[in-house]
């Protein structure tokens, strides 16, 4: 908003304009501890890496969207690790039916069956719809990886994202190789991850878009508790991201 001071000097008045924008800060209400792997998993969709079998599993239980649902239509737990290169995820989701309504990968992607990985480098919070503040990589069946880009459209965004998917009947794990970008990401140029190191804290949000046979995604459950009525804010605000802090 624009704020209207009167500054009155010998007898003149001059009226200055300053625009205000009201800054709110990230509450780092969630922090999750991360351990370092000694050894870095595997991404092949099995989860018997050293790494996972010393680390905690962490819920994907809050509704986001949509009606309450049953165990059997979703469950989601997930694990976390990280090297000095990327972090890591292993993700357990059950889901009766996988749907992969729009083959192509950049039509209403958050309609199919995706997970959906939130980042903030810095852990700044803050909006970052149509800017690179922060990602929301959606990775779909098929493992292509979209967010909006900074025109304001869907841009495949697979070099951040190494996944592997392992699905035996209704459980399906995923492995998942994250590379974290800064602010100064630039969609139309060369850019090199960032180096990790222990005491790093990263904004973090995982989601699970769930579809089993509608015209638009049933549910959408996420790893964090949203206050307020809208909680699907995560594609626009990292405030409202988890904290990660990486340990040794
Ligand atoms: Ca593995
Ligand atoms: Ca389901
Ligand atoms: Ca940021
Ligand atoms: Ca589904």
Same mark, same amino acid.
């Given at each position: 908003?624009?704020?209207?001071?009167?500054?009155?000097?010998?007898?003149?008045?001059?009226?200055?304009?300053?625009?205000?924008?009201?800054?709110?800060?990230?509450?780092?209400?969630?922090?999750?501890?991360?351990?370092?792997?000694?050894?870095?998993?595997?991404?092949?969709?099995?989860?018997?890496?050293?790494?996972?079998?010393?680390?905690?599993?962490?819920?994907?239980?809050?509704?986001?969207?949509?009606?309450?649902?049953?165990?059997?239509?979703?469950?989601?737990?997930?694990?976390?690790?990280?090297?000095?290169?990327?972090?890591?995820?292993?993700?357990?989701?059950?889901?009766?039916?996988?749907?992969?309504?729009?083959?192509?990968?950049?039509?209403?992607?958050?309609?199919?069956?995706?997970?959906?990985?939130?980042?903030?480098?810095?852990?700044?919070?803050?909006?970052?719809?149509?800017? /690179?503040?922060?990602?929301?990589?959606?990775? &779909? @069946?098929?493992?292509?990886?979209? %967010?909006? !880009?900074?025109?304001? *459209?869907?841009?495949?965004?697979?070099?951040?994202?190494?996944?592997?998917?392992?699905?035996?009947?209704?459980?399906?794990?995923?492995?998942?190789?994250?590379?974290?970008?800064?602010?100064?990401?630039?969609?139309?140029?060369?850019?090199?991850?960032?180096?990790? /190191?222990?005491?790093?804290?990263?904004?973090? &949000? @995982?989601?699970?878009?769930?579809? %089993?046979? !509608?015209?638009?995604? *049933?549910?959408?459950?996420?790893?964090?508790?949203?206050?307020?009525?809208?909680?699907?804010?995560?594609?626009?605000?990292?405030?409202?991201?988890?904290?990660?802090?990486?340990?040794?």
């Amino acid at each position: 908003m624009n704020v209207y001071v009167d500054i009155k000097d010998k007898g003149k008045t001059e009226t200055v304009r300053f625009h205000y924008k009201k800054q709110v800060n990230k509450r780092n209400s969630q922090i999750t501890t991360v351990k370092k792997a000694k050894t870095n998993p595997v991404i092949n969709g099995i989860a018997d890496d050293a790494i996972w079998s010393h680390t905690d599993w962490l819920p994907l239980n809050e509704l986001w969207l949509g009606e309450a649902y049953a165990k059997d239509d979703f469950f989601g737990r997930y694990k976390l690790t990280w090297s000095k290169d990327a972090l890591y995820l292993l993700a357990e989701i059950k889901d009766d039916v996988l749907l992969d309504k729009n083959s192509n990968p950049l039509e209403a992607w958050w309609d199919d069956d995706c997970l959906e990985i939130f980042v903030d480098e810095d852990n700044s919070g803050g909006e970052h719809q149509y800017n /690179h503040n922060a990602f929301a990589y959606h990775i &779909a @069946l098929d493992g292509n990886v979209v %967010d909006m !880009s900074t025109k304001k *459209e869907g841009k495949l965004y697979n070099s951040h994202i190494e996944s592997k998917r392992v699905t035996k009947g209704n459980t399906s794990i995923w492995e998942v190789k994250i590379s974290l970008f800064d602010n100064t990401f630039k969609d139309d140029a060369q850019n090199s991850p960032v180096k990790l /190191h222990v005491g790093k804290t990263i904004g973090f &949000a @995982l989601a699970y878009c769930d579809n %089993d046979k !509608s015209a638009e995604r *049933e549910n959408f459950i996420g790893s964090i508790n949203v206050e307020g009525e809208d909680k699907n804010k995560g594609w626009i605000d990292a405030n409202i991201f988890g904290t990660l802090k990486l340990t040794n």
